[in-house]
């Protein structure tokens, strides 16, 4: 008998497991005995629903607080799955909502119209790539192409499709990169997000909803601190605590950053301005910005503007706006260039190339001027918002190429900026492991031919190399970076060593044109510089009271990314000081100007010119090479010819002495190409004034 009743309970317990799980609603039939706990669900879904069916914009967070407490009494409920999945899918954890489209469809196949739909959505961005297809061909083929209102559908529906085969592709082939969380030093339990960088990565802005925002307010259509722009500085190789950079960039709105200038100087920032998003611009003046000044009408508009990045002579500006003039659908990316008074110009879209249909978000121009990265939902995105890249050349830009995965997912990748050295790249995302709801993190390119190293070190930082001589050639190197120099220093002076906020001007060399104007810092007399490769660079640093410096760089088009620190002591305008002039050349062997001589012969007439009593000597100097005779010859031959330039300007000839010292006063030893090339050089020295 014992037998009989075991293989009964037996098979009874084999049946119930093999039961398919059945749609259960919120009724006390199905919950006897619970009734205060089937109350207070009940509630949960009126509240969770009255969320879900409003119009508030983060009514997707606050319904799934809701429905997440009433599915904890009723898992199986098809409608409540459905939704959850639905507000998953609109927030930011959007991988969870695979798991509760599959349990809706389970529990009741007809749950809604789209449900094929919104399960190829949960196995695609689960990367699940073929299921994804078959269920988006499954929604597909219940629609009618003949209905006017079901072509969007349809037309959405084929690009998932493409999405996926896209990703498919990009997941065969990874690119080589570690992508890591930057810690909770700078990461914390709230919304990070929006990194931008200076050029040479060593200070770091972004946004954050933390509950040490200006004012303390919360944002209720989100439950969150307003936004705020946090600071951090990088010490040995390592991002310090983030700190408030407080008034006049911060208030007790929304504040969020843009993007800064590859010297750090200048910051863009947006804010809401009521509903209408605007790009705001200030100015670091020694520690602290100035206050935010809207843009001009070419950059912002009636309609909505998110995101901008400014070349690295600051005359072009890249920004995004969804204005309906000249748009090609969506948000597109516009430039807009500054003329000679300061002002920026008419915005021009840059075309299809770039845009898209779909919408562009994220612009961030390289400081070498010619590499372009930005997200779009376009192109051959493999889901939401891909970040891609493209390049100058020939004055038109290339076809945008997809960076690859795992740096694009099939959420939405976006708002990517990246070092000038072009080997960090940062950007905010969403993972279960981060610390905060959006966390920063840092981007680490290996190269196609470097071999991983899996190490707690980053040895992929670009090295700082020790300061230079005074003329500086940049050697030709083959390696995947960026083709730009950055040079920065402290600027001083010589006696003091007081820090000085002084005027370096760049100077194209062989246009004779003037390329930017930047400042040194106030406070700290840094300065940062960036010299994209392919020219010769004349830089001269100018400050009231003080004799102008000059450096030459002829950088040639095969150099890649280096870092330069040269620290720049001026001298005051007192009797016996010496300066070398950097940037008057001469023709091989002879004595005739350059014209890349001009803009730096124009400097010394202006002295001149600004202090009339100033009596100099200009003297030429060389290498060991050739006899003393020839040298001695030369050498008075060129300091001749730049006398009689500056006779030929109006500078009086009573106030003018020339010299040649030949080979006699040696700066560097004459045994190496670059201390011979230091030799070489034209000098002035006051003699009273």
């Given amino acids: ?148 209102d079901q072509a969007p559908l349809m037309a959405d529906a084929n690009k998932k499709i493409a999405e996926c085969n896209f990703g498919k592709e990009l997941v065969k082939n990874p690119v080589r990169v570690f992508i890591d969380n930057i810690g909770n030093k700078v990461n914390s339990p709230y919304p990070d997000y929006g990194p931008i960088i200076s050029a040479d990565e060593d200070v770091m802005y972004f946004t954050s909803r933390r509950n040490t925002t200006t004012g303390g307010n919360i944002d209720e259509n989100y439950d969150e601190y307003f936004e705020d722009i946090f600071v951090t500085y990088k010490f040995n190789e390592e991002w310090g605590v983030p700190t408030n950079v407080g008034p006049p960039i911060n208030t007790p709105g929304h504040d969020a950053t843009v993007n800064v200038s590859p010297d750090g100087q200048i910051m863009f920032t947006y804010r809401d301005d009521k ?155 969403v993972k279960i492991d981060g610390f905060g709801e959006k966390d920063i993190y840092l981007v680490s390119f290996l190269g196609p031919e470097k071999p991983v190293q899996l190490s707690n070190e980053d040895n992929l930082l670009a090295s700082v190399e020790a300061p230079v001589s005074e003329v500086y050639i940049a050697p030709a190197v083959e390696i995947n970076a960026n083709a730009v120099t950055l040079l920065k220093g402290i600027i001083s002076d010589a006696i003091t060593q007081k820090v000085l906020e002084a005027e370096i001007v760049l100077i194209d060399n062989t246009l004779n044109v003037e390329i930017a104007t930047f400042k040194s810092n106030s406070k700290s007399g840094k300065y940062l510089v960036t010299l994209p490769s392919g020219k010769n660079y004349g830089i001269a640093v100018k400050a009231e009271g003080y004799l102008f410096h000059s450096e030459n760089f002829d950088i040639p088009l095969s150099a890649s990314y280096q870092e330069v620190i040269k620290d720049v002591q001026l001298k005051n ?96 030893p004459n045994d190496t190409d670059e201390g011979r090339q230091l030799n070489r050089r034209t000098e002035f020295k006051i003699l009273s004034r």
């Fill in 275 to 429: 509903g209408y998003g605007n790009i705001y611009q200030s100015n670091l003046i020694g520690d602290k910005f100035s206050e935010p000044d809207k843009m001009s009408k070419a950059i912002n508009s009636s309609e909505h503007e998110s995101s901008a990045s400014i070349s690295y002579e600051g005359k072009t500006l890249f920004f995004v706006s969804d204005r309906k003039d000249g748009s090609y659908g969506g948000r597109d990316i516009y430039y807009v260039n500054k003329n000679e008074n300061n002002k920026w110009e008419q915005p021009y879209n840059m075309g299809t190339t770039i845009n898209t249909k779909y919408n562009e978000e994220g612009v961030f121009i390289v400081p070498d001027g010619k590499t372009l990265y930005f997200s779009s939902e376009g192109h051959s995105s493999m889901g939401g918002f891909d970040i891609f890249k493209c390049e100058l050349k020939n004055g038109m830009w290339s076809e945008p190429v997809n960076l690859g995965y795992p740096i694009n997912t099939p959420d939405d990748d976006v708002f990517f900026v990246i070092s000038a050295s072009g080997k960090h790249g940062y950007y905010a995302s």
């Fill in 573 to 668: 305008v007192q009797v016996g000081q010496k300066i070398v002039l950097r940037n008057i050349f001469f023709d091989f062997d002879k004595a005739t100007l350059r014209p890349e001589s001009t803009n730096e012969l124009e400097r010394l007439t202006k002295l001149l010119t600004d202090v009339p009593s100033l009596k100099i000597e200009i003297s030429g100097h060389t290498d060991n090479k050739g006899s003393a005779a020839y040298n001695q010859t030369l050498s008075e031959s060129r300091s001749k010819s730049v006398v009689e330039y500056l006779i030929g300007k109006g500078i009086k000839k009573e106030r003018l002495e020339y010299k040649g010292y030949g080979l006699t006063q040696p700066i560097a």
């Fill in 1 to 148: 008998m014992k037998n009989i009743i075991t293989i009964i309970i037996l098979s009874l317990s084999i049946a119930s497991f093999g039961q398919t799980v059945k749609d259960t609603p919120f009724e006390k039939d199905f919950f006897p005995n619970q009734k205060d706990q089937l109350k207070e669900a009940k509630r949960a879904m009126e509240m969770g629903s009255e969320e879900y069916e409003g119009t508030r914009p983060g009514r997707y967070k606050f319904a799934l607080e809701y429905y997440l407490k009433a599915q904890a009494f009723n898992p199986n409920n098809a409608f409540l799955n459905f939704r959850i999945g639905v507000c998953y899918i609109n927030g930011n954890f959007k991988n969870k909502s695979k798991t509760h489209f599959e349990k809706a469809y389970e529990l009741n196949p007809a749950i809604d119209p789209e449900i094929h739909y919104y399960l190829g959505r949960g196995y695609h961005l689960n990367m699940d790539w073929d299921k994804a297809i078959a269920e988006y061909q499954t929604f597909k083929a219940g629609l009618d192409p003949k209905k006017k």
